[in-house]
């Protein structure tokens, strides 16, 4: 391990450590945060922005998923198509690339909302591949239909990546779940297909959640299984016999206190890789993002439409931005002279145990 190695080691603990800090106390991302980092081997954000810029290439599309529709109100929360939209404009200005984001119906308004205050244009013409413009898909709920259409979709080509941010997958047996282990089968998009078939023509593909029945979370099953409430088998109150957990592998995953979380520590650690911290998103674009969602009818985790991210203001997730963006652009700042300190802490092994 060399000096950068090890300032990216650390950067990367820093976002992660930001994503999974618990206002709430209940425990549940720290669980989760101890078995996804197991899988990755190092800090989750600085490993999915090493994937991002491996394997995203100008002019070529991205496909996000996102979009988690509530009961009882059949609405969608906020968590997810916040971040999603930020994200989408960051990998336009990152590399030139062409993002598609995966939604269902109840996503567009936010889309549409959103775009106005980030200034980026939207089309649903699967092929647009014009200057700052965000391609947006509603994938079908209908069980049938979505292998069908996840077929039509890649007709039109695969994509170099696929994230999914904050998406509902199905557990085993097919069904749909909330936190509490809710049957939402009919009113989630069943866009799992399109990423399954994603992964399995070697796609990379990067998963964000905060609990377990989003996609790709799969991929530490048994760590789920095992600690998290109502993932359990038979911890689902639909009867479907697997608990909340979806069924979907990611090769890789990130997880967070909130989905939205994962993906600004993600965008943080890659402007970061990048040497171009001023790509991250600042807390007035972060805070017309959330006002826009709101305004939209988008819910937080209460059902309420407000400018809040699982239950979360302003008064937490702006100065969680505000951080992530000082800890990315504050260690080229670090003086020279500091360079012992990074020499003799490397030497004593502790980094390359």
Known sequence: MNREELTIYNVGCNLDTLMNLD????????????????????????????????????????????????????????????????????????????????????CVKAVKAISNVLDFNISNDIDCSEENTVVYTVFTKEREEAPLQAEDILSHGLPCAAVSIEAPGRNKNGYYHNA??????????????????????????????????????????????KYVPYAEEGGCK???????????????????????????ALM?????????????????????????????????MYGKPRPYIDG??????????????ALIEFPSSVEDKTREWFEHTIEKGYFTR
């Open 23 to 106: 206002p709430r106390g209940y425990g549940v991302c720290r669980i989760l945060y101890d078995g996804a980092r197991s899988f990755t081997g190092e800090p989750l954000s600085t490993n999915g922005a090493k994937g991002l810029i491996k394997h995203i290439k100008a002019g070529e599309k991205v496909f996000i998923f996102t979009g988690f529709v509530l009961l009882p109100w059949n609405e969608a929360e906020t968590d997810g198509i916040i971040s999603s939209c930020l994200f989408a404009k960051f990998i336009m200005r990152a590399f030139s690339a062409v993002p598609v984001l995966l939604i269902p119906q109840q």
């Open 180 to 225: 509490v282990g809710v049957n939402t089968t009919g009113v989630e998009a069943k866009y799992d297909v399109l990423f399954k078939l994603c992964r399995e023509r070697g796609v990379y593909n990067l998963s964000i959640g905060d609990l377990g029945n989003e996609i790709g979370m799969a991929a530490i099953e048994e760590h789920i299984r």
């Open 238 to 264: 639909a009867g479907s016999g697997f608990g909340i957990l979806a069924d979907t592998v990611a090769d890789n995953i990130i997880t967070a206190t909130v989905s939205d979380w994962g993906c600004n």
């Open 268 to 300: 943080a650690a890659t402007a970061f890789l990048l040497k171009k911290p001023q790509l991250f998103h600042d807390t007035e674009e972060q805070s017309a993002a959330m006002d826009a969602a709101a305004a939209a009818g988008m819910l937080d």
């Open 312 to 325: 979360i203001g302003k008064n937490i997730n702006l100065p969680l931005v505000s951080l992530m963006g």
